[in-house]
T-cell receptor, first 114, second 114 residues
Framework: AQSVAQPEDQVNVAEGNPLTVKCTYS??????LFWYVQYPNRGLQFLLK??????LVKGSYGFEAEFNKSQTSFHLKKPSALVSDSALYFC????????????FGQGTELSVKP | DAGVIQSPRHEVTEMGQEVTLRCKPI?????LFWYRQTMMRGLELLIY????????DSGMPEDRFSAKMPNASFSTLKIQPSEPRDSAVYFC????????????FGDGTRLSIL
């Protein structure tokens, strides 16, 4: 079955420290992978995507993600966290044989403390 | 550019009443998605349309739920009759082109069924 997993419900980091939010996937074929962020009482906002090419993808707000095919992972990273990065983060994989439907992970709550 | 617009932002109604949620996608986007978000089940895809045609409604929970897209700039999700377990945040998203493109989300409708 095709799926995506975010093994951590919550990640806590201090402001200024690097952050990592983990994501692993299971799909047949080459994956299309996305990261979205959700702030309270708002819809999901696109951060970045991996389609093909360079394994390190850069996105909005200083975020980047590393695609690792052998580990079937697509972890979200940022070198220096900000308090304003505190939000709910979703990893998603595209089912491109089903009209491009997205399957989302369960989400990871990121908390950045001053 | 205007994003995806959903109305109402909040809806509180009594069990048994009909509920209609509305969505205006981004102009030029040819895909429209309806999602439901709850703490227990996370983010679930209910139905999606391509060029106003419903493509996959396998996520619609019951016959009480129906969705329409009469034209490229408007879609509705209707629940009749509503039940307390339908309480959730409902999101609409739109996308231009294939699955390698990001979906753009509205800010959702928070639905409470008493």
């Amino acid at each position: 079955a095709q799926s995506v997993a975010q093994p951590e419900d919550q990640v806590n980091v201090a402001e200024g420290n690097p952050l990592t939010v983990k994501c692993t996937y299971s799909v047949s074929g080459n994956p299309y992978l996305f990261w979205y962020v959700q702030y309270p009482n708002r819809g999901l906002q696109f951060l970045l995507k991996y389609i093909t090419g360079d394994n390190l993808v850069k996105g909005s707000y200083g975020f980047e993600a590393e695609f690792n095919k052998s580990q079937t992972s697509f972890h979200l990273k940022k070198p220096s966290a900000l308090v304003s990065d505190s939000a709910l983060y979703f990893c998603a994989v595209v089912l491109y044989n089903q009209g491009g439907k997205l399957i989302f992970g369960q989400g990871t709550e990121l908390s950045v403390k001053p | 550019d205007a994003g995806v617009i959903q109305s109402p932002r909040h809806e509180v109604t009594e069990m048994g009443q009909e509920v209609t949620l509305r969505c205006k996608p981004i102009s030029g986007h040819d895909y429209l998605f309806w999602y439901r978000q709850t703490m227990m089940r996370g983010l679930e895809l209910l139905i999606y349309f391509n060029n106003n045609v419903p493509i996959d409604d396998s996520g619609m929970p019951e016959d009480r739920f129906s969705a329409k897209m009469p034209n490229a700039s408007f879609s509705t999700l209707k629940i009749q009759p509503s039940e307390p377990r339908d309480s959730a945040v409902y999101f609409c998203a739109s996308r231009r082109g294939g699955g390698n493109q990001p979906q753009h989300f509205g800010d959702g409708t928070r639905l409470s069924i008493l």
